[in-house]
């Protein structure tokens, strides 16, 4: 029977808040097509991946073939421009509010770098210290400093060309962009920012202003030490889709500006432990699995908290297969498992009944040790020597 | 008879508007004891101004003695201060908006370059380029920049010290206050900078945040370079009573951010050619005298638009005498003649109908011509070189 006020929820994604609806008080999970259909972004159709492996000379990423980055806008720009050796550039970013990333902060990072490989160009990637400041009651301006550190430490581990890559924390680098900054501050408005952003009057003046600040280095004249007073051209910028927002008014107001507009790529979450309604929360340990993780942790956490598409007996099981589609364990090695062939196979055997959820777990504790072993392995090469590198702007 | 609507017009006073009320159609000027009340600032009472002679040796200044700087808040806490020898600086700023200062402009600067002088304090001095540009439509950074530029030369031929003042542009010294910028900006939220600035839907996002950028230099620690590691003491800020907003604002905050709470000293403005119910407005040349008019200019136009305050015959005039508080060449007098008892003779004889307001139109031709004079010779001795050694905070 149904629960008075309990009939539907609406999904929330937005820039602070990302949860999935319910109906008749039961989750649904978070609607990507949903999310793609409101944002006004395009769905990634097979063609454009046989685009992207022809011109690049390389299988696309997992996360491609996968639909895990799953929508776009413009990406046939980028693509066009690639083919006439026209400039263009990556952009990401990371809010520093921990010491250490969590899984699911590298999957953009990971991406990143396949696309840094695949088209060698230059990539930026803000640290947005100074919003975490702002936005977060209990974060001091000294906490969000050093987490930008620690995060760059990270995101350099996940193997960026140094030659090409320049990492910045809004704090330090705020100045070489100021003017871009002011550009964009002045061209959008209150309600338009109170409309996209849903900001209330309780918002403090440096949340409203922030936007600025997350939009400037969609253009590549912010970065005057890497192009100097070349054109650039335009951002290819992959993102999770929940920032979609600052990149919809950077591509509304560009052509105001005088700037190239940026083209998006965007990503599903990866799941909480707990299950596919929600995104890990580093504010919930036991939803994720952290890079600092041991290979302990990470067994048991998978083992203890991973939710199970599997039914509740072994009779059951065996007769009617495992649900991939919520079991967690196998979303993950859709993530980090390499072979096309295995993953199906996996897929074929656990929704027959004939892998039990215990084995699944199993070959998932393996696959995430790997990458996060192999992460770690590489973090340990990282000094302060190296972030200084791949943080350095002034002459 | 009354028109429909024309009952009462009350008056507004805003960093961004002033204008006098008016009742019955008639402009009833600016009620600056009812803006002082309303901002909740008190009244510089004679006792004080006789403790600044004591402490600072010297006569206190015209601007004071006539009440032009008329209204305070915790003036007695800097003077305290100045007796123990703690210490305190002085803050005070301009929005460059043209090439070229107005006289009404110059007030302040003379104001406190007499502060200086008198206390033997720093001074920092606040060039909103970033401001101009994002509040006015047809200002470009480039002319704000430049407008700072040639705006600090003026400054500085109000004969500040070179080696206790600072002049900053805000787009080049932004970086240097922003961690106090970004502490601002997390304290001030929507509502509030709503309900004291005015903001409405309509405004850039980045001037509901520019109050942070006017607030950090109220706090020394935004001036390393000045001050190193020491703590430099509270503000004192002399300013024209529409930037109140700003100064409130500050004095609320300060406390939360563990800083001191700066001590304000507020004037009237200087009256526009037209009247004493407006200011002197540059986008009105007829309203106001520039410090680039020629002599011959000075003569003409105080000559033809100065509002006088004489009859409207000379056998009424002879009969009835002259208003000097709304006579215009009479208010200038008040600013700019140095003696104390010429003035008092000229209004009495003014008012008795002795002297004529051709008579004093010229009286104030002179001594105009002569303020303008001086400035315009010190100016011409500002190079870019001078500039350059008052603005400098890099090593």
């Given at each position: 029977m149904k629960q008075h006020g309990e009939e539907k929820k609406e999904q929330v994604i937005t820039p602070w808040e990302v949860t999935g609806g319910s109906e008749d008080g039961v989750k649904t999970g978070i609607d990507y097509k949903k999310v793609m259909d409101s944002f006004g972004c395009k769905e990634i159709p097979p063609e454009l991946l046989e685009r992207i492996e022809r011109q690049t000379n390389m299988k696309v990423h997992p996360f491609l073939r996968r639909g895990i980055f799953y929508c776009h806008r413009d990406l046939e720009n980028i693509l066009d421009r690639h083919e006439k050796k026209l400039p263009f550039f990556l952009y990401t970013g990371r809010g520093?509010?921990?010491d250490a990333l969590q899984l699911g902060h590298l999957v953009p990072f990971m991406f990143c770098k396949y696309l840094q490989d695949a088209f060698g160009c230059h990539v930026v990637i803000q640290l947005t210290d100074d919003e975490k400041f702002l936005v977060k009651?209990?974060?001091?301006l000294e906490d969000a400093k050093r987490y930008a550190v620690e995060n760059a430490k990270d995101i350099i581990a996940c193997g960026f060309d140094p030659q090409k890559t320049f990492i910045f924390s809004d704090i330090e680098y705020y100045s070489e962009m100021f003017e871009n900054i002011l550009r964009v501050q002045k061209t959008v408005l209150l309600n338009q920012a109170r409309a996209v952003f849903?900001?209330?009057?309780?918002?403090?003046i440096g949340k409203i202003s922030f936007p600025a600040t997350q939009i400037?280095?969609?253009?590549?004249?912010?970065f005057k030490h890497i192009f100097g007073d070349e054109d650039g051209g335009p951002a290819l910028i992959p993102y999770?889709?929940?920032?979609d927002p600052y990149f919809r008014v950077a591509r509304d107001i560009a052509h105001r500006l005088g700037f190239h507009k940026p083209s998006s790529i965007c990503s599903q979450f990866i799941p909480g432990l707990h299950g596919i309604e929600s995104k890990m929360s580093?504010?919930?340990?036991?939803?994720c699995i952290y890079t600092t993780d041991s290979q302990g942790e990470i067994a048991r956490k998978i083992t203890k908290y991973a939710f199970s598409g599997?039914?509740?007996?072994l009779a059951e099981h065996r007769r009617l297969g495992g649900n991939t589609s919520v079991d967690i364990a196998y979303q993950y090695l859709s993530y980090f498992l390499e072979s096309d062939a295995e993953l199906s196979s996996i897929q074929q055997q656990y929704t027959s009944g004939e892998m039990l959820s215990g084995e699944l777990k199993k070959r998932c504790i393996q696959e995430v040790q790997r990458v996060v072993g192999l992460f770690q392995e590489r973090r340990r090469g990282v000094t302060g020597e190296t972030v200084k590198q791949f943080m350095a702007f002034k002459k």
């Open positions: 520093p509010s921990s009651k209990d974060i001091t849903g900001f209330t009057s309780e918002d403090c400037a280095p969609c253009f590549s004249s912010s999770a889709i929940d920032q580093a504010s919930d340990p036991t939803s599997g039914r509740d007996t």
